[in-house]
């Protein structure tokens, strides 16, 4: 049998208390932490819910425009606006094409810029058609920029025969169509993965043509006769993106979106190391990845994914702000404790003393009494005397063991057999 060490026998309730305050301290952080990870795991579901609706309008929008642009080009892509506008395009011979002179009898809201190569074309021909197409769809592009306002930069329709319509309006001289845009990362992906293209297709993300800087772009391909001869799409500034994160982003850590590709598009914060690289399988709760808690979230009917990361030493702040009252209130807890075992400590030595000592003291003179008496009797001058207090060893037996009581009695044994 294993004896206890004296420290751990003489504090027994001080280190019941300490391993009760212990586990009420773990208890508090466990619940804090669990509200903390609930409340950033709702805010980061909430970002992609509102993330997910903004793609899903633009989708719609584009879906809305092909279905129309398509429409056209099984009756007739002309149309009273198509031919104002066709009528006031102009060709300054080596710069192609434009739209730089806006009919003044129509709203210039309404209006893009179109621009391409070559002179204009002859009546009649595919391309002449698909230029009246791309007009024609002015005020489906106007409505869908007004409506979705900031979210987007451009809206455009790109011919596969070297024109551009592009809306809002800028001059030819700010932008106009280079041959260059067939080899950027949004036209390429299309083609590469038509006709499996059933939604619109997501790009990777590349600096804008007219210059505002890096974009991604939402695209659906519209085709005849099975073939593709032209895009309608939707530029997004990342720039955006992250202004959007920003104001969709939890309370704390660092919100990053991310496409199908792994590549980061945009961050809550800006100047935050990136995430990892994600795994193909990830549950949807938070798990410990190189120095943060980090949660990966698909956004529903979209290739992107949200990553929320929490730092070790924001989230450790978070959890004890959070559980400050139950922390105070567990150390309120142990004082008054160990205040009230210190009072009880006492309170046992002052009965001790009062009740118990002077009437071992009475028996211990009487009996000394006794004893001396005895030995003057029989004539003997000098008297050694030994006072042993069993109430003590009882006290010894009672609090530390019978064990102890033993060695205790042993040791004064062996210490008093010389005399």
Not at 188 to 194: D, I, L, P
Not at 373 to 394: E, P, V
């Amino acid at each position: 049998m294993s004896i206890p060490s004296p420290a751990f026998v003489r504090y027994r309730l001080q280190w019941l208390l300490l391993g009760l305050g212990l586990l009420l301290l773990l208890l508090a952080l466990q619940h804090a932490f669990r509200q903390v990870t609930e409340i950033n795991k709702r805010d980061t579901i909430n970002a992609a819910t509102q993330l997910s609706s903004q793609h899903q309008r633009m989708e719609t929008f584009l879906e809305a425009m092909r279905g129309q642009a398509e429409e056209r080009l099984r009756s007739n892509p002309q149309s009273v606006l198509s031919r104002q506008l066709y009528q006031a395009l102009q060709s300054d011979g080596e710069h192609g094409i434009n739209l730089d002179r806006i009919p003044v009898d129509l709203p210039p809201a309404l209006i893009g810029n179109l621009t391409g190569q070559g002179p204009l074309p002859h009546d009649g021909s595919e391309r002449q058609a698909r230029i009246h197409l791309a007009l024609s769809l002015s005020p489906l592009l106007a409505t869908a920029s007004k409506l979705l306002d900031r979210d987007v930069a451009w809206i455009y329709f790109t011919g596969t025969d070297n024109f551009i319509y592009l809306y809002p309006w800028v001059p030819s001289s700010q932008f106009r169509f280079d041959p260059v845009i067939y080899s950027k990362a949004y036209w390429q992906e299309a083609m590469a993965r038509y006709p499996h293209l059933e939604h619109a297709m997501l790009s990777r993300p590349y600096q804008d043509f007219a210059g505002r800087g890096q974009m991604i772009t939402l695209s659906q391909p519209i085709t005849q006769g099975g073939q593709i001869i032209g895009l309608l799409s939707i530029d997004i500034q990342t720039v955006t993106l992250a202004q959007t994160l920003h104001r969709l982003a939890p309370r704390i850590g660092t919100l990053f979106l991310l496409n199908a590709h792994q590549q980061i598009l945009a961050s809550s914060q800006s100047g935050t190391a990136p995430p990892p690289p994600v795994r193909t399988a990830q549950s949807a709760e938070y798990e410990w990845q190189q120095g943060a808690l980090q949660l990966v979230y698909p956004i529903p009917e979209t290739p992107l994914s949200l990553i929320h990361r929490i730092p070790l030493l924001p989230m450790l702040q978070t959890l004890l702000w959070q559980s400050a009252t139950a922390l105070i209130t567990i150390l309120c807890l142990v004082v008054a404790t160990v205040s009230s075992l210190r009072a009880q400590r006492l309170n046992r030595r002052l009965n001790y003393l009062s009740r118990h000592d002077a009437l071992t003291g009475a028996f211990n003179r009487h009996y000394f009494d006794a004893f001396e008496h005895r030995q003057a009797l029989t004539g003997r001058q000098r008297i050694g005397s030994i006072m042993f207090d069993c109430d003590h060893f009882k006290q010894v037996n009672d609090r530390f063991g019978h064990g102890w009581a033993i060695r205790s009695s042993s040791v004064w044994c062996s210490s008093a057999s010389p005399c």
